[in-house]
């Protein structure tokens, strides 16, 4: 594929990028990575480039105010075939096609030098103000690269700016050991010359550099081209350096220069010395601020699933042994999206602003997790799940997850009072569970997934499903109703005893119960129906239907979770079976 050249008036006013046969590509002062904002004669959006009927094409756009000039005519629409150019303002455009390829038969250089870091760092610039100028501009590269091949692309053109004996620079990737493929990839590469020759890095060089882990570099000439070309590896190389990126996560990224020397020198390797000097130090730089960059989307992604309270306790202590797998003391939350399906059918026409809507109310879970030191686990669908007591011990980590719970409830529940509010219509059903589980980090740093599973796992998601079938929105299992009562005053949270029931799929019976929020935020259900409510509960337990029953009248009918008990002792005509144990079997999940 040919590459395209834009150079503005200054040298530093340029970029080399691939075309592509399958996309098009856009030019102006705003496009992103095939932007020109130097040259204020480039509209935002100016000309397009497109490949059909075999020739690439280039088209101005109807916003490009200014014209596009091609073979010397202002022209809108026009065939580019590689070697031609156009010029927009002072930019010119050039289509290229030069090949590049591994030297791997150049000859033997006249000269091999090797650098040590040290040495180069206490020697002074011979003309250090011009050095640390384009230096000061690579922070600002790094910083505004959206990828990686972004950044490539800024960093060949800041070394041909900060080299000027350079013809070439190329950032260069050796693949890791054991994959296929080439044994180099060049990343990106430019030249100063447009059409003059191809490109080929040293082979040998470039293997030298990594090998040792240091600066290398090669002199093939030193002098006039009648007097050296014999030892001349190319036409526009007499000499070629390859400078490693130190670091470990760029340990195989390598920058690589190639040039001639003007005249005869005393001694070449004295004349590059300075280059060397600087593109090591542009090396080392580069390291430190990605390696700050990488330090920073690791945060970044961390906090997705860790509150703040917990990524400070993570920052003084390393990640990878806080963040790996193990036994804990947890409390599990699962929260489910009611009233998707009903929206699906409704908003089939507007699939896109359902998705908002769903991740809005995904929003509201994760922040209430996270505002209460919680890890966001996981998600299913229209589901989230969170935990506490992981990475770091959370004595109260069964109080925060009930609170957490209760806000998502108010939330939602305020939301649903608000006509044509995004939320509205929606409800959710929030399981929780506490107990020893296995909870740790999966994935890579950039890619994490953290997790927990167990059987308390499973029981927090099967509360959470059994909060359509007991109509409570949310459910606890016994050991956290219990630890709740304990610890957390009826003004913060309030826990009803609802019923022994049997999970469907499960052996084990489970003492469920409900959590509410405190009397004064909802008193439709006060201390007496709650009393009412489980005196039914223990009647009931006790064989003593007929007292339950009377019990549970004495609970508003507004409350939804006394018709499940109700149903019940109706459907066996208020008489318990003879096998009768105190557990009520779901019969579906």
């Known amino acids: 594929m040919p590459d395209l050249i834009a150079q503005g008036n ?148 800041l070394l041909l700016v900060g080299v000027p004996g350079a013809s070439a620079a190329a950032v260069l990737e050796r693949a890791p050991p054991g994959e296929g493929g080439p044994h180099v990839k060049l990343l990106h590469w430019d030249q100063r010359t447009i059409g003059r020759t191809g490109f080929a890095p040293s082979a040998r060089l470039i293997e030298e550099a990594l090998s040792r882990r240091q600066s290398v570099l090669h002199i093939w000439g030193g002098g006039p081209r009648e007097a050296e070309q014999e030892f001349t590896m190319s036409e526009d190389a007499d000499w070629a350096c390859c400078t490693p990126v130190p670091g470990e996560s760029d340990s195989r990224w390598a920058i690589y220069l190639a040039g001639r020397f003007s005249k005869l020198p005393r001694s070449a390797a004295i004349e590059l010395r300075d280059d060397v000097k600087f593109t090591e130090i542009l090396a080392t730089t580069l390291s430190n601020l990605r390696r700050s960059q990488q330090l920073v989307r690791r945060q970044s992604s961390l906090s997705q699933f860790f509150s703040p309270v917990v990524l400070e306790a993570l920052s003084a202590q390393d990640p990878d042994l806080v963040l790996a797998p193990r036994e804990a003391d947890v409390s599990v939350l699962f929260c489910d999206l009611r009233g998707f399906a009903l929206a699906s059918q409704r908003s089939a026409d507007d699939l896109l602003g359902l998705l908002q809507r769903v991740s809005r109310a995904l929003g509201v879970m994760t922040r ?51 006509a044509g509010h995004p939320l509205a219509d929606f409800r959710i059903g929030i399981g929780i569970a506490s107990g020893r589980s296995v909870a740790g980090k999966i994935g890579s740093i950039d890619q994490v997934k953290v997790t927990v599973f167990g059987p308390v796992v499973n029981l927090a998601s099967r509360l959470e499903t059994m909060t359509k079938h007991l109509r409570a929105p949310i459910l606890l299992d016994e050991p956290t109703a219990t630890c709740l009562r304990q610890s957390t005053s009826a003004d913060v949270a309030r826990v009803r005893r609802v019923a022994l029931v049997r999970p469907y799929g499960m052996d084990k019976a489970v003492d469920v119960s409900e959590l509410l929020p405190p009397e004064n935020d909802y008193p439709q259900l006060n201390a007496t129906h709650i009393a009412s409510y489980e005196a039914a509960v223990e009647a009931l337990l006790a064989r003593d239907w007929q007292r339950a029953f009377q019990l549970l009248h004495h609970v508003p009918p507004e409350d939804r979770v006394k018709d499940f008990l109700t149903v019940f002792i109706a459907q066996h005509n208020r008489t318990p079976p003879t096998d009768w144990d105190g557990v009520i079997p779901m019969t579906t999940k």
């Open 10 to 157: 200054e040298s530093h006013h340029r970029w080399r990028r691939r075309l592509s046969l399958e996309h098009t590509v856009v030019i102006g002062r705003q496009e992103l990575e095939w932007a020109a904002p130097w040259d204020d004669k480039i509209s935002r959006r100016h000309v397009r480039i497109a490949w059909r009927e075999g020739q690439w094409f280039v088209e101005r756009l109807p916003e490009g105010r200014n014209p596009v000039f091609f073979r010397g005519h202002p022209v809108d629409l026009f065939a580019l075939r590689p070697g031609e150019h156009f010029v927009i303002g002072a930019t010119t455009f050039s289509l290229v096609d030069e090949p590049v390829a591994l030297s791997l038969s150049e000859p033997p250089p006249v000269a091999q030098q090797l650098f040590d870091t040290e040495s180069l760092r206490q020697r002074a610039f011979d003309n250090p103000d011009r050095r640390i100028e384009v230096l000061s501009r690579l922070p600002e590269l790094i910083s505004g690269a959206a990828s990686d091949n972004e950044l490539c692309v800024r960093l060949v053109n």
């Open 368 to 418: 209430q997790i996270l505002e209460r030191g919680g890890v966001v686990g996981d998600f299913h669908g229209d589901s989230a799940m969170g935990f506490w007591g992981w990475p770091i011990a959370q004595p109260d980590a069964v109080e925060r997850a009930c609170l957490a719970a209760l806000a998502i409830r108010a939330e939602f529940a305020a939301a649903n009072e608000v």
